[in-house]
Protein backbone atom coordinates (compact mmCIF):
# COMPACT_ATOMS: atom_id res chain seq x y z
CA UNK A 1 0.00 0.00 0.00
CA UNK A 2 1.17 3.44 -0.91
CA UNK A 3 2.20 5.91 1.63
CA UNK A 4 -0.53 8.45 3.20
CA UNK A 5 0.11 12.09 0.78
CA UNK A 6 1.67 14.65 2.87
CA UNK A 7 0.46 17.13 0.89
CA UNK A 8 -3.07 16.92 -1.29
CA UNK A 9 -2.34 17.50 -4.77
CA UNK A 10 -6.05 19.05 -5.67
CA UNK A 11 -7.16 16.46 -8.38
CA UNK A 12 -10.64 16.31 -8.81
CA UNK A 13 -12.52 14.22 -6.42
CA UNK A 14 -9.35 13.12 -4.70
CA UNK A 15 -10.31 13.16 -1.52
CA UNK A 16 -6.86 11.60 0.36
CA UNK A 17 -4.48 13.82 -2.03
CA UNK A 18 -2.71 11.05 -3.96
CA UNK A 19 -3.46 12.03 -7.08
CA UNK A 20 -6.00 9.71 -8.00
CA UNK A 21 -9.38 10.22 -8.54
CA UNK A 22 -12.06 8.86 -5.88
CA UNK A 23 -15.36 7.64 -5.81
CA UNK A 24 -18.26 7.62 -3.43
CA UNK A 25 -20.95 5.64 -3.33
CA UNK A 26 -24.20 6.48 -1.52
CA UNK A 27 -27.01 4.13 -0.18
CA UNK A 28 -28.94 6.44 1.70
CA UNK A 29 -31.39 3.32 2.74
CA UNK A 30 -28.45 1.43 4.96
CA UNK A 31 -29.23 -0.12 8.21
CA UNK A 32 -26.49 1.75 10.85
CA UNK A 33 -26.40 0.79 14.30
CA UNK A 34 -29.59 -0.72 14.12
CA UNK A 35 -31.50 2.16 12.44
CA UNK A 36 -33.25 0.84 8.64
CA UNK A 37 -33.04 3.59 6.27
CA UNK A 38 -30.21 5.69 8.18
CA UNK A 39 -28.20 5.55 5.54
CA UNK A 40 -24.15 6.04 4.96
CA UNK A 41 -21.81 6.52 2.31
CA UNK A 42 -18.38 4.16 0.92
CA UNK A 43 -15.44 5.71 -0.31
CA UNK A 44 -13.86 3.74 -2.98
CA UNK A 45 -10.38 5.24 -3.05
CA UNK A 46 -8.24 4.32 -6.31
CA UNK A 47 -5.11 2.56 -6.00
CA UNK A 48 -4.36 0.01 -3.15
CA UNK A 49 -6.24 2.27 -0.63
CA UNK A 50 -9.25 0.22 0.81
CA UNK A 51 -12.36 1.40 0.92
CA UNK A 52 -14.77 3.16 3.86
CA UNK A 53 -17.63 4.01 5.09
CA UNK A 54 -18.60 7.32 6.73
CA UNK A 55 -22.03 6.89 8.03
CA UNK A 56 -23.36 9.45 11.69
CA UNK A 57 -22.05 6.90 13.68
CA UNK A 58 -18.14 7.55 12.44
CA UNK A 59 -16.60 9.99 14.31
CA UNK A 60 -15.84 13.53 13.77
CA UNK A 61 -19.05 13.81 12.39
CA UNK A 62 -21.04 16.06 15.26
CA UNK A 63 -23.64 15.20 17.65
CA UNK A 64 -26.24 13.13 15.21
CA UNK A 65 -26.41 9.44 15.44
CA UNK A 66 -28.14 7.22 13.19
CA UNK A 67 -31.92 7.08 13.22
CA UNK A 68 -34.55 5.10 11.25
CA UNK A 69 -35.43 7.14 8.06
CA UNK A 70 -32.72 9.57 8.49
CA UNK A 71 -31.39 8.99 4.96
CA UNK A 72 -28.09 10.40 5.43
CA UNK A 73 -26.07 10.21 1.43
CA UNK A 74 -29.35 11.24 0.00
CA UNK A 75 -27.90 13.47 -1.83
CA UNK A 76 -23.86 14.69 -2.32
CA UNK A 77 -21.34 16.76 -4.11
CA UNK A 78 -17.65 17.72 -3.77
CA UNK A 79 -15.36 20.56 -3.91
CA UNK A 80 -12.52 22.03 -2.28
CA UNK A 81 -14.39 24.02 0.59
CA UNK A 82 -11.37 24.60 2.76
CA UNK A 83 -8.62 25.35 0.10
CA UNK A 84 -6.41 22.71 1.71
CA UNK A 85 -6.24 21.32 -1.82
CA UNK A 86 -8.12 18.23 -0.67
CA UNK A 87 -11.41 17.35 -2.18
CA UNK A 88 -14.17 17.77 0.27
CA UNK A 89 -17.89 16.12 0.56
CA UNK A 90 -21.23 17.66 1.22
CA UNK A 91 -23.92 15.02 1.96
CA UNK A 92 -27.18 15.81 2.66
CA UNK A 93 -29.38 14.09 5.12
CA UNK A 94 -32.75 15.10 4.42
CA UNK A 95 -35.04 13.42 6.89
CA UNK A 96 -33.18 14.14 10.06
CA UNK A 97 -35.16 15.10 13.05
CA UNK A 98 -33.36 18.10 14.41
CA UNK A 99 -34.55 20.05 17.14
CA UNK A 100 -33.24 20.36 20.77
CA UNK A 101 -35.00 20.79 24.70
CA UNK A 102 -37.19 17.35 23.72
CA UNK A 103 -39.29 18.99 20.70
CA UNK A 104 -38.31 17.45 17.59
CA UNK A 105 -39.02 19.32 13.98
CA UNK A 106 -39.39 15.84 11.77
CA UNK A 107 -37.66 15.58 8.49
CA UNK A 108 -36.23 19.20 8.30
CA UNK A 109 -32.89 17.72 7.59
CA UNK A 110 -29.35 18.38 7.91
CA UNK A 111 -25.98 19.21 6.02
CA UNK A 112 -22.39 17.70 6.92
CA UNK A 113 -19.02 18.94 5.20
CA UNK A 114 -16.41 16.20 5.64
CA UNK A 115 -13.01 17.14 4.77
CA UNK A 116 -10.57 15.49 2.99
CA UNK A 117 -7.12 14.90 4.53
CA UNK A 118 -3.71 12.86 3.63
CA UNK A 119 -5.34 9.84 5.83
CA UNK A 120 -8.71 10.23 4.01
CA UNK A 121 -12.01 11.56 3.43
CA UNK A 122 -13.53 12.32 7.24
CA UNK A 123 -9.85 11.14 8.86
CA UNK A 124 -8.59 14.67 9.43
CA UNK A 125 -10.72 18.19 10.39
CA UNK A 126 -13.74 17.27 12.04
CA UNK A 127 -16.36 17.21 9.98
CA UNK A 128 -18.91 20.68 9.49
CA UNK A 129 -22.23 20.01 10.44
CA UNK A 130 -25.36 22.71 9.64
CA UNK A 131 -28.83 22.52 9.41
CA UNK A 132 -31.04 25.40 7.68
CA UNK A 133 -30.60 27.93 10.12
CA UNK A 134 -27.01 27.97 10.80
CA UNK A 135 -25.99 27.28 7.09
CA UNK A 136 -28.33 30.17 5.89
CA UNK A 137 -30.73 32.67 6.58
CA UNK A 138 -34.20 30.81 7.21
CA UNK A 139 -35.46 28.51 10.09
CA UNK A 140 -35.66 25.09 10.05
CA UNK A 141 -39.36 23.77 10.13
CA UNK A 142 -40.98 20.41 9.88
CA UNK A 143 -40.98 18.97 6.24
CA UNK A 144 -38.49 21.41 4.91
CA UNK A 145 -36.33 18.17 3.68
CA UNK A 146 -32.79 20.58 3.95
CA UNK A 147 -30.11 18.55 1.66
CA UNK A 148 -32.49 16.96 0.03
CA UNK A 149 -30.93 18.32 -3.22
CA UNK A 150 -27.09 19.32 -3.55
CA UNK A 151 -25.26 21.01 -6.27
CA UNK A 152 -20.87 21.92 -5.57
CA UNK A 153 -18.12 23.09 -7.36
CA UNK A 154 -15.84 26.33 -8.11
CA UNK A 155 -16.98 29.33 -9.75
CA UNK A 156 -14.83 30.76 -12.87
CA UNK A 157 -13.58 33.61 -10.48
CA UNK A 158 -12.08 30.43 -8.85
CA UNK A 159 -14.39 30.39 -5.55
CA UNK A 160 -16.41 27.59 -4.14
CA UNK A 161 -19.55 27.13 -3.87
CA UNK A 162 -22.21 25.06 -2.72
CA UNK A 163 -26.10 24.82 -3.36
CA UNK A 164 -28.51 23.48 -1.16
CA UNK A 165 -32.14 22.27 -2.13
CA UNK A 166 -34.92 22.14 0.94
CA UNK A 167 -37.98 21.62 -1.21
CA UNK A 168 -40.48 21.03 1.51
CA UNK A 169 -39.91 25.10 3.05
CA UNK A 170 -42.47 26.67 3.80
CA UNK A 171 -42.69 30.58 1.87
CA UNK A 172 -44.37 33.21 3.07
CA UNK A 173 -45.51 35.19 0.26
CA UNK A 174 -47.45 38.54 0.54
CA UNK A 175 -48.51 37.50 4.22
CA UNK A 176 -49.38 34.01 3.08
CA UNK A 177 -47.18 30.41 3.85
CA UNK A 178 -46.86 28.26 1.22
CA UNK A 179 -46.01 24.89 2.25
CA UNK A 180 -43.82 22.89 0.15
CA UNK A 181 -43.24 25.92 -2.41
CA UNK A 182 -39.39 25.14 -1.69
CA UNK A 183 -35.94 27.22 -1.26
CA UNK A 184 -32.19 26.73 -2.07
CA UNK A 185 -29.58 27.80 0.18
CA UNK A 186 -27.02 29.17 -1.59
CA UNK A 187 -22.63 29.80 -0.35
CA UNK A 188 -19.68 30.81 -2.24
CA UNK A 189 -16.88 32.13 -0.37
CA UNK A 190 -18.35 33.60 3.02
CA UNK A 191 -21.47 34.46 1.18
CA UNK A 192 -24.56 32.74 1.87
CA UNK A 193 -28.28 33.88 0.65
CA UNK A 194 -31.34 32.32 0.97
CA UNK A 195 -33.25 31.86 -2.60
CA UNK A 196 -36.80 31.23 -3.33
CA UNK A 197 -39.43 32.00 -5.90
CA UNK A 198 -40.03 35.39 -4.03
CA UNK A 199 -36.50 36.36 -4.31
CA UNK A 200 -36.26 39.85 -7.14
CA UNK A 201 -36.16 38.29 -10.69
CA UNK A 202 -37.16 34.68 -10.45
CA UNK A 203 -39.81 33.62 -13.05
CA UNK A 204 -43.33 32.90 -11.56
CA UNK A 205 -44.87 33.04 -7.79
CA UNK A 206 -44.96 31.32 -5.26
CA UNK A 207 -47.26 27.94 -4.61
CA UNK A 208 -47.72 25.34 -2.67
CA UNK A 209 -46.06 22.54 -3.78
CA UNK A 210 -43.78 23.57 -6.17
CA UNK A 211 -40.84 22.05 -4.74
CA UNK A 212 -38.38 24.44 -5.84
CA UNK A 213 -35.03 23.18 -4.94
CA UNK A 214 -35.86 19.52 -5.54
CA UNK A 215 -33.02 19.10 -7.92
CA UNK A 216 -30.06 21.33 -8.83
CA UNK A 217 -26.91 21.40 -11.33
CA UNK A 218 -24.44 23.07 -12.18
CA UNK A 219 -21.26 24.47 -14.37
CA UNK A 220 -18.21 27.63 -13.03
CA UNK A 221 -20.64 30.09 -14.48
CA UNK A 222 -24.11 29.01 -13.68
CA UNK A 223 -26.15 26.58 -11.38
CA UNK A 224 -29.40 25.62 -12.21
CA UNK A 225 -32.53 24.98 -9.74
CA UNK A 226 -35.41 22.23 -10.61
CA UNK A 227 -39.36 22.93 -9.53
CA UNK A 228 -41.12 19.58 -10.90
CA UNK A 229 -44.07 20.90 -8.80
CA UNK A 230 -44.68 24.21 -10.45
CA UNK A 231 -48.31 24.61 -12.34
CA UNK A 232 -48.29 26.90 -15.49
CA UNK A 233 -51.77 28.18 -16.33
CA UNK A 234 -53.94 25.24 -16.04
CA UNK A 235 -51.64 21.96 -16.49
CA UNK A 236 -50.35 21.03 -12.48
CA UNK A 237 -47.36 20.44 -11.93
CA UNK A 238 -45.95 20.98 -15.09
CA UNK A 239 -42.17 21.79 -13.62
CA UNK A 240 -39.46 24.07 -14.54
CA UNK A 241 -36.17 25.20 -13.81
CA UNK A 242 -34.17 28.59 -13.47
CA UNK A 243 -30.61 29.24 -14.23
CA UNK A 244 -28.76 31.75 -11.88
CA UNK A 245 -25.29 32.89 -12.43
CA UNK A 246 -22.75 33.08 -9.98
CA UNK A 247 -21.88 36.58 -10.49
CA UNK A 248 -23.36 37.64 -7.46
CA UNK A 249 -25.06 41.03 -7.84
CA UNK A 250 -25.75 42.88 -4.10
CA UNK A 251 -25.04 39.17 -2.81
CA UNK A 252 -27.51 37.33 -4.35
CA UNK A 253 -27.04 35.21 -7.38
CA UNK A 254 -28.79 36.56 -10.66
CA UNK A 255 -31.29 34.60 -12.80
CA UNK A 256 -29.25 34.28 -16.15
CA UNK A 257 -30.83 36.30 -19.19
CA UNK A 258 -31.29 33.05 -21.17
CA UNK A 259 -32.43 31.22 -17.75
CA UNK A 260 -34.32 27.97 -19.02
CA UNK A 261 -38.15 28.04 -17.79
CA UNK A 262 -41.29 25.42 -18.88
CA UNK A 263 -42.86 25.49 -21.91
CA UNK A 264 -45.24 28.49 -21.44
CA UNK A 265 -43.43 29.83 -18.33
CA UNK A 266 -43.87 33.83 -18.41
CA UNK A 267 -40.91 35.76 -17.13
CA UNK A 268 -41.82 37.87 -13.93
CA UNK A 269 -42.09 41.24 -14.65
CA UNK A 270 -43.19 42.36 -11.67
CA UNK A 271 -41.09 40.06 -8.60
CA UNK A 272 -42.11 40.71 -4.78
CA UNK A 273 -40.11 40.93 -2.17
CA UNK A 274 -39.12 38.07 -0.49
CA UNK A 275 -40.40 38.31 3.40
CA UNK A 276 -38.08 36.74 6.13
CA UNK A 277 -34.36 36.72 5.57
CA UNK A 278 -34.22 36.15 1.52
CA UNK A 279 -31.89 36.90 -0.68
CA UNK A 280 -32.92 40.79 -1.99
Given amino acids: MPAAAAACAGVGSDYNGDGLIDNVVTDPQATVSGAKEAGLIRVIYAGDVP ?22 GSAIAWT ?48 ALYNQATFSPGTSEAGDLFGYALQAGTTASGQPYLAVGAPGENVAADGVGHPGAGAVAYMQGGTTVTITQDSPGVPE ?38 IFSHTLTEACPPRSPGSTRAKGSPASSNPVTASGPRCR
Fill in 80 to 127: DFNGDGCTDLAVGTPREDTGDGGTAIKDAGILHIIYGSPSGLGAGQAS
Fill in 205 to 242: GVESGDQFGAALAGTNRYFAVGEPGETLEDAAATGGVT
Fill in 51 to 72: ATEISQASPNMGAVAPEQGDRF
